[in-house]
C-alpha cells in the first residue's frame, strides 16, 4: 500500500507578469468589444420598438412601467447579455489593473 501518491502532473509554473499582462489585455479588448456589440443591439432594439422602454415620456412627464420588462422577453433578453458582457468587462479591467500595477507600470 502506497500512502503517497506521485502527481500526475508537473505543477505549472507561474507566468511571468508582463505574459499575464499581455493575456489579461488581449482578454479585455475582446470583452469590450462584446460589451460594445451588446450595448449596441440593446439600443437598437429600443429605438426600432418604443413600445418596448421601461420608461415612457408622455407630454413631457416620465412615467415607469411596472414590471416593464418582464412585458418584452427580447428586450429583456438583450439587456441580460449586456449585463454579462458588462460584469466580464469590469472584471478584466480589475485584473488588468492588478497586472499593470505587478509590472510596475502605474503605481
Known sequence: MNWFT???AEP????SASDELKAVEAAYAQAEKEFS????DALQY???N????VLMLINGK???RVNGAALNPQLQLLCHVRELA???????LARRAAA????GKVR
Open 100 to 103: 499593470l500595477k505587478a509590472v
Open 12 to 15: 505549472a509554473t507561474p507566468a
Open 62 to 64: 416620465a412615467y415607469n
Open 86 to 92: 458588462r460584469m466580464k468587462r469590469n472584471s478584466l
Open 6 to 8: 506521485k502527481p500526475l
Open 46 to 48: 429600443q429605438q426600432v
Open 37 to 40: 456589440k451588446a450595448c449596441y
Open 50 to 53: 418604443r413600445e418596448a422602454g
